[in-house]
């Protein structure tokens, strides 16, 4: 490689990178493709290893696990229905609630109605609650949420008991608190991305509908939200990703018990916070029917999160914005 | 005499034509009911926030002293106590975490970014960070149960290194590979142009100039890990001793944090350990609050 | 890296170049992905001249300039196939490094693109890649002094080169590209982002830099073409099929392109763009 160093003019700098440089070039490229390698890696171990350890408890239980309702480490008896139907329920009402403070939230920051200066502060406070650990809202929630919500729920469970959703009193931990703790963690979350899926909407879409005469909400609801639809949809479909796997809020407000229950009132049971608060004291046994118990529920977000990232990539693939 | 009609006719148009707002037609009501509809959700929005800070100021506030910073957790009827031994739990526990996934997904994202943006592999790799930001943390915990735990046959602060680790790797990789793919590609070619390698554009170039931006990442996902518990909960466990005793690290046994803490103390039956909660409560708020205000001023400072 | 497909040639006597041609380009074929960008073309371009790249925006004069130093290698589907003779080498053998290559061909670019790093480091950044162990200090000041920027920033070496104007930017981009003494300095419209007065002192530093080096110019520019160049290379567009490929029309003294040309496209684009 020093062939061109003959006709260098006397002064020339200019020579071959060194043997060195050469080395390091080579020696970088494979570190950094090995690192990204390890990525895919992780992800195979993580689900390895975890799947390798539920095997014994799938092979003990079989697919009985996912529909008997009973946990008795006693009996060495395990069944999680009422983990699934508590985490489904939970996330659910969570996802209601929290889909719609966090899509109004959205559309409220990105359409113009502040000021910049108010525009920040509702800004700030989104990311502030994103940032607050999951540990701190449910030690709030055992002392101002189930406090504040105990008469509210009492008061309806005497006048409207006929209805199941109000059939039990809450007691203290239970599903409502639970299920407004999750609301209000995952409302950032899809806050966020649906700015993000309004914010792709171009702006001649906006212009071409004010250009017709409506009114700013008629520009939204007709015209703005329809487009952004797709990606506002991958959003609630993230923040349900979030509640099925959040922990420890849910399993400081939840109650931890294992029953099947419409009441929204009554304590109740998720994958996660069974998770969270059997594998520190469970045996041998227990601990396989728990990494069966981690299985599923790893299995149920991954999902769930990656129909999410598709429908976020198919908005952005319709609205013609490259994304990587 | 057949103009005349039109003129009529357009004249009473002109009435309609009126171009003043009317307040109560019913499209410009419905409009302002709205408006004020999502001015009363935003304000709802923001009640738990006020009040989560309204409490950990004042009832966090009133217990906060140098006493609870430097003590040991107290036991279940005793007074006094703190919880200094978490609060070196938590840093240590993060740094191990920060230790592992800050180089790794850094050289990770340099290949996603620049080495090998198209290869399959980099795909693959950005598709499983992707997966790994919604892994519920509860089964990092579990993983590094039984990748460490199980293993080593202990619960150690390395094993809550790693579970916080795997949180914080996709973080870091997605942001600092946005952040070197903001690099501007003349600049690139400058460096290629003076007849840089790769690997010396990356790092005289690319690297240095996404500096900002890779951190503000890093210090995100060092906020978010230190805010985890989940993910301690059996892999450190708790311990009601330093970690640091007569000069000597006990890393291989359970290690105190002060979310872990939180968590305890907050189901005990004792006025003393749940005031010490909301303590520890606040100033694991306030560690996590000045991550992200870091990565907040470093980002900002970016060119 | 995309894949080069290039005859592996032996320099022979009945091949060579006239005496003085620095780089012999010759291309049969540039492809981006199936499209083909240039064809056809080929260009001598001649020791201590200034050889211009004319033509209509799209007809690959860029192209071509920056396949000389294979930039265009970091290309996704880029594809070249002909020859390009760098004295008696062939840039495109498959033995040969293009980082080599493109330290002995210095490059400036279209928008001003000084690194976020001092005034010194700029310049003296080719001069560490290559561990130049002389006087750096020298040797930075040289270089500056002939890009025609030590005065304006001799008292301020330490400030970052992004702060200074556009025109300064391109001068120590300039400055940057001469410090290790390339043989070949390519500049790819350098002057298309600056306004007249910044334009018209790059015009004279590329003359007054040709005593030492041979430059190969690409502008849109005509005027700038004439006032700087020695030789030049017309080039137009073939919108006949389905892409739209570039090729040489006609390579010559600029004095005899712009005056006398032989090709009817060239008369017909002159007279266009100075009437």
Same mark, same amino acid.
């Given at each position: 490689?020093?062939?061109?160093?003959?006709?260098?003019?006397?002064?020339?700098?200019?020579?071959?990178?060194?043997?060195? !440089?050469?080395?390091?070039?080579?020696?970088?490229?494979?570190?950094?493709?090995?690192?990204?390698?390890?990525?895919?890696?992780?992800?195979?171990?993580?689900?390895?290893?975890?799947?390798?350890?539920?095997?014994?408890?799938? #092979? !003990?239980?079989?697919?009985?696990?996912?529909?008997?309702?009973?946990?008795?480490?006693?009996?060495?008896?395990?069944?999680?229905?009422?983990?699934?139907?508590?985490?489904?329920?939970?996330?659910?009402?969570?996802?209601?609630?929290?889909?719609?403070?966090?899509?109004?939230?959205?559309?409220?920051?990105?359409?113009?109605?502040?000021?910049?200066? $108010?525009?920040?502060?509702?800004?700030?406070?989104?990311?502030?609650?994103?940032?607050?650990?999951?540990?701190?809202?449910?030690?709030?929630?055992?002392?101002?949420?189930?406090?504040?919500?105990?008469?509210?729920?009492?008061?309806?469970?005497?006048?409207?008991?006929?209805?199941?959703?109000?059939?039990?009193?809450?007691?203290?931990?239970?599903?409502?608190?639970?299920?407004?703790?999750?609301?209000?963690?995952?409302?950032?979350?899809?806050?966020?991305?649906?700015?993000?899926?309004?914010?792709?909407?171009?702006?001649?879409?906006?212009?071409?509908?004010?250009?017709?005469? %409506?009114?700013?909400?008629?520009?939204?609801?007709?015209? $703005?939200?329809?487009?952004?639809?797709?990606?506002?949809?991958?959003?609630?479909? $993230?923040?349900?990703?979030?509640?099925?796997?959040?922990?420890?809020? @849910?399993? +400081?407000?939840?109650?931890?018990?294992?029953?099947?229950?419409?009441?929204?009132?009554?304590?109740?049971?998720?994958?996660?916070?069974? $998770?969270?608060?059997? =594998?520190?004291?469970?045996?041998?046994?227990?601990?396989?029917?728990?990494?069966?118990?981690?299985?599923?529920?790893?299995?149920?977000?991954?999902?769930?999160?990656?129909?999410?990232?598709?429908? +976020?990539?198919?908005?952005?693939?319709?609205?013609?914005?490259?994304?990587? | 005499? %057949?103009?005349?009609?039109?003129?009529?006719?357009?004249?009473?148009?002109?009435?309609?034509?009126?171009?003043?707002?009317?307040?109560?037609?019913?499209?410009?009501? #419905?409009?302002?009911?709205?408006?004020?509809?999502?001015?009363?959700?935003?304000?709802?929005?923001?009640?738990?926030?006020?009040?989560?800070?309204?409490?950990?100021?004042?009832?966090?506030?009133?217990?906060?002293?140098?006493?609870?910073?430097?003590?040991?957790?107290?036991?279940?009827?005793?007074?006094?106590?703190?919880?200094?031994?978490?609060?070196?739990?938590?840093?240590?526990?993060?740094?191990?975490?920060?230790?592992?996934?800050?180089?790794?997904?850094?050289?990770?994202?340099?290949?996603?970014?620049?080495?090998?943006?198209?290869?399959?592999?980099?795909?693959?790799?950005?598709?499983?960070?992707?997966?790994?930001?919604?892994?519920?943390?509860?089964?990092?915990?579990?993983?590094?149960?039984?990748?460490?735990?199980?293993?080593?046959?202990?619960?150690?602060?390395?094993?809550?290194?790693?579970?916080?680790?795997?949180?914080?790797?996709?973080?870091?990789?997605?942001?600092?590979?946005?952040?070197?793919?903001? @690099?501007?590609?003349?600049?690139?070619?400058?460096?290629?142009?003076?007849?840089?390698?790769?690997?010396?554009?990356?790092?005289?170039?690319?690297?240095?100039?996404?500096?900002?931006?890779?951190?503000?990442?890093?210090?995100?996902? @060092?906020?978010?890990?230190?805010?985890?518990?989940?993910?301690?909960?059996?892999?450190?466990?708790?311990?009601?001793?330093?970690?640091?005793?007569?000069?000597?690290?006990?890393?291989?046994?359970?290690?105190?944090?002060?979310?872990?803490?939180?968590?305890?103390?907050?189901?005990?039956?004792?006025?003393?350990?749940?005031?010490?909660?909301?303590?520890?409560?606040? @100033?694991?708020?306030?560690?996590?609050?000045?991550?992200?205000?870091?990565?907040?001023?470093?980002?900002?400072?970016?060119? | 890296?995309?894949?080069?497909?290039?005859?592996?040639?032996?320099?022979?006597?009945?091949?060579?170049?006239?005496?003085?041609?620095?780089?012999?380009?010759?291309?049969?074929?540039?492809?981006?992905?199936?499209?083909?960008?240039?064809?056809?073309?080929?260009?001598?371009?001649?020791?201590?001249?200034?050889?211009?790249?004319?033509?209509?925006?799209?007809?690959?004069?860029?192209?071509?300039? #920056?396949?000389?130093?294979?930039?265009?290698?970091?290309?996704?589907?880029?594809?070249?196939?002909?020859?390009?003779?760098?004295?008696?080498?062939?840039?495109?053998?498959?033995?040969?490094?293009?980082?080599?290559?493109?330290?002995?061909?210095?490059?400036?670019?279209?928008?001003?693109?000084?690194?976020?790093?001092?005034?010194?480091?700029?310049?003296? =950044?080719?001069?560490?890649?290559?561990?130049?162990?002389?006087?750096?200090?020298?040797?930075?000041?040289?270089?500056?002094?002939?890009?025609?920027?030590?005065?304006?920033?001799?008292?301020?070496?330490?400030?970052?080169?992004?702060?200074?104007?556009?025109?300064?930017?391109?001068?120590?981009?300039?400055?940057?590209?001469?410090?290790?003494?390339?043989?070949?300095?390519?500049?790819?419209?350098?002057?298309?982002?600056?306004?007249?007065?910044? %334009?018209?002192?790059?015009?004279?530093?590329?003359?007054?830099?040709?005593?030492?080096?041979?430059?190969?110019?690409?502008?849109?520019?005509?005027?700038?073409?004439?006032?700087?160049?020695?030789?030049?290379?017309?080039?137009?567009?073939?919108?006949?099929?389905?892409?739209?490929?570039?090729?040489?029309?006609?390579?010559?003294?600029?004095?005899?392109?712009?005056?006398?040309?032989?090709?009817?496209?060239?008369?017909?684009?002159?007279?266009?763009?100075?009437?």
């Amino acid at each position: 490689m020093k062939r061109f160093e003959q006709f260098s003019a006397s002064d020339a700098i200019s020579g071959p990178p060194s043997k060195a !440089d050469y080395w390091v070039d080579r020696s970088f490229r494979t570190v950094t493709h090995l690192c990204a390698w390890l990525i895919l890696a992780i992800v195979i171990a993580l689900l390895w290893q975890i799947g390798e350890k539920a095997i014994p408890a799938i #092979r !003990d239980y079989h697919l009985g696990f996912l529909t008997s309702a009973v946990w008795d480490a006693n009996k060495d008896q395990f069944g999680i229905l009422a983990e699934i139907w508590g985490t489904l329920y939970s996330s659910i009402l969570g996802l209601i609630i929290g889909g719609f403070f966090g899509v109004v939230m959205a559309i409220f920051l990105t359409q113009d109605f502040l000021p910049p200066l $108010l525009a920040a502060f509702f800004r700030t406070i989104v990311e502030l609650l994103a940032a607050i650990p999951s540990v701190v809202y449910g030690l709030w929630g055992i002392f101002v949420v189930v406090p504040v919500l105990r008469p509210v729920a009492n008061w309806l469970n005497e006048t409207l008991g006929w209805i199941p959703l109000f059939s039990t009193t809450l007691s203290g931990p239970g599903l409502l608190p639970a299920a407004l703790v999750l609301a209000i963690m995952i409302l950032p979350t899809i806050a966020a991305v649906s700015q993000d899926a309004l914010r792709l909407v171009p702006y001649r879409t906006k212009e071409a509908a004010y250009g017709l005469g %409506t009114t700013r909400w008629e520009a939204i609801l007709r015209v $703005l939200l329809p487009t952004a639809s797709a990606g506002i949809f991958g959003a609630l479909v $993230l923040g349900f990703g979030r509640a099925l796997g959040e922990t420890m809020a @849910v399993a +400081m407000l939840i109650g931890n018990s294992n029953q099947i229950t419409l009441s929204l009132f009554s304590p109740a049971n998720t994958l996660a916070a069974l $998770l969270a608060l059997n =594998f520190p004291e469970a045996g041998k046994v227990e601990v396989r029917a728990l990494m069966y118990a981690a299985l599923v529920l790893l299995l149920i977000t991954l999902l769930v999160n990656m129909l999410g990232t598709a429908l +976020m990539h198919r908005t952005s693939k319709a609205l013609g914005v490259k994304t990587r | 005499m %057949t103009t005349r009609p039109d003129l009529l006719e357009s004249m009473k148009g002109a009435k309609r034509f009126d171009l003043k707002r009317s307040f109560w037609e019913p499209r410009s009501l #419905r409009s302002l009911l709205l408006s004020i509809g999502a001015w009363i959700v935003a304000l709802i929005a923001s009640v738990p926030l006020i009040s989560v800070l309204y409490m950990l100021i004042v009832r966090g506030g009133r217990r906060l002293n140098w006493e609870v910073l430097t003590e040991l957790p107290p036991a279940g009827f005793e007074e006094g106590g703190g919880f200094g031994n978490a609060i070196v739990g938590t840093l240590v526990m993060v740094g191990i975490g920060g230790l592992i996934s800050i180089p790794f997904g850094i050289l990770a994202a340099i290949f996603l970014a620049e080495l090998g943006p198209d290869s399959q592999i980099a795909n693959a790799a950005r598709f499983c960070a992707k997966t790994l930001t919604g892994l519920p943390s509860i089964i990092a915990g579990v993983f590094a149960y039984a990748i460490l735990v199980l293993v080593t046959g202990t619960y150690s602060a390395p094993a809550g290194g790693m579970a916080l680790a795997l949180l914080m790797l996709p973080t870091v990789v997605l942001t600092a590979e946005e952040a070197l793919k903001m @690099v501007p590609q003349n600049m690139k070619n400058a460096a290629f142009g003076m007849g840089c390698t790769h690997s010396q554009v990356v790092s005289k170039i690319v690297f240095p100039t996404a500096l900002p931006g890779i951190l503000t990442g890093v210090m995100l996902a @060092v906020a978010r890990a230190s805010g985890e518990t989940a993910p301690l909960l059996f892999t450190a466990l708790f311990s009601n001793f330093w970690l640091f005793e007569n000069g000597r690290a006990e890393l291989m046994a359970p290690t105190a944090s002060l979310s872990v803490l939180i968590f305890n103390f907050s189901g005990m039956p004792y006025e003393n350990q749940i005031e010490l909660a909301w303590a520890a409560s606040l @100033v694991l708020v306030l560690l996590v609050l000045v991550f992200n205000s870091l990565s907040r001023i470093i980002g900002r400072s970016r060119i | 890296m995309s894949a080069i497909r290039a005859e592996k040639t032996r320099i022979t006597a009945a091949d060579a170049t006239p005496p003085g041609v620095v780089i012999d380009c010759r291309i049969d074929k540039i492809y981006y992905g199936d499209f083909v960008a240039v064809r056809d073309s080929h260009i001598p371009i001649e020791k201590g001249k200034i050889t211009s790249f004319i033509g209509p925006s799209g007809c690959g004069k860029s192209t071509v300039v #920056r396949c000389l130093n294979r930039m265009n290698d970091l290309i996704k589907g880029f594809r070249f196939e002909g020859r390009v003779r760098f004295y008696d080498q062939d840039v495109y053998a498959p033995d040969v490094d293009p980082v080599i290559v493109r330290r002995h061909m210095g490059m400036v670019f279209q928008q001003p693109n000084p690194f976020s790093m001092s005034i010194f480091d700029n310049v003296a =950044f080719g001069l560490r890649l290559n561990r130049y162990k002389g006087n750096l200090a020298e040797r930075v000041e040289h270089a500056l002094r002939r890009a025609a920027l030590w005065d304006e920033v001799k008292d301020k070496l330490k400030t970052n080169g992004l702060s200074l104007s556009g025109g300064q930017q391109q001068r120590l981009c300039i400055a940057r590209a001469i410090a290790t003494e390339p043989m070949v300095v390519l500049m790819d419209e350098p002057a298309s982002a600056l306004d007249p007065i910044a %334009t018209r002192k790059i015009e004279e530093l590329m003359v007054e830099l040709k005593q030492k080096y041979t430059i190969a110019l690409v502008t849109h520019n005509m005027q700038q073409a004439l006032r700087v160049a020695d030789k030049t290379a017309f080039f137009s567009v073939d919108i006949s099929q389905d892409g739209r490929t570039g090729y040489l029309v006609e390579f010559g003294d600029t004095r005899q392109i712009f005056e006398d040309p032989k090709e009817q496209l060239t008369q017909e684009y002159i007279r266009g763009e100075f009437s």
